[in-house]
Nanobody, 121 residues
Framework: HVQLVESGGGLVQAGGSLRLSCAAS????????MGWFRQAPGKEREFVAA????????DYADSVKGRFTISRDNAKNTVYLQMNSLKPEDTAVYYC??????????????WGQGTQVTVSS
């Protein structure tokens, strides 16, 4: 199994930016799409963004389009999520996961431990 570790979360004011990283260690995915998900207080986990293995295809939740950018560096076994123009409603625990199929994580996929993002008004 692959271990995924997120980092880069923190406390930021509305309108600010954060860059999350997801580092894979041990065994890595082969030609796998990766994604970011989040879970806010009182809500179920939701899809945020996904990226194909090559980086040529990306998908975003409507709520983050135009503000978030997902990218990956396969040589570093790392996936990133650049978050700009953050809003209080972006407050959540953010998880890296894969392989991603559509907006779902494959049943035998891997999840990171999550990193907290808190956006203050």
């Amino acid at each position: 199994h692959v271990q995924l570790v997120e980092s880069g979360g923190g406390l930021v004011q509305a309108g600010g930016s954060l860059r999350l990283s997801c580092a894979a260690s041990g065994r890595t995915f082969s030609n796998a799409a990766m994604g970011w998900f989040r879970q806010a207080p009182g809500k179920e986990r939701e899809f945020v963004a996904a990226i194909s293995w090559s980086g040529g295809n990306t998908d975003y939740a409507d709520s983050v389009k135009g503000r978030f950018t997902i990218s990956r560096d396969n040589a570093k076994n790392t996936v990133y999520l650049q978050m700009n123009s953050l809003k209080p409603e972006d407050t959540a625990v953010y998880y890296c996961a894969g392989p991603v199929l559509g907006v779902r994580v494959r049943s035998d996929g891997s999840w990171g431990q999550g990193t907290q993002v808190t956006v203050s008004s």
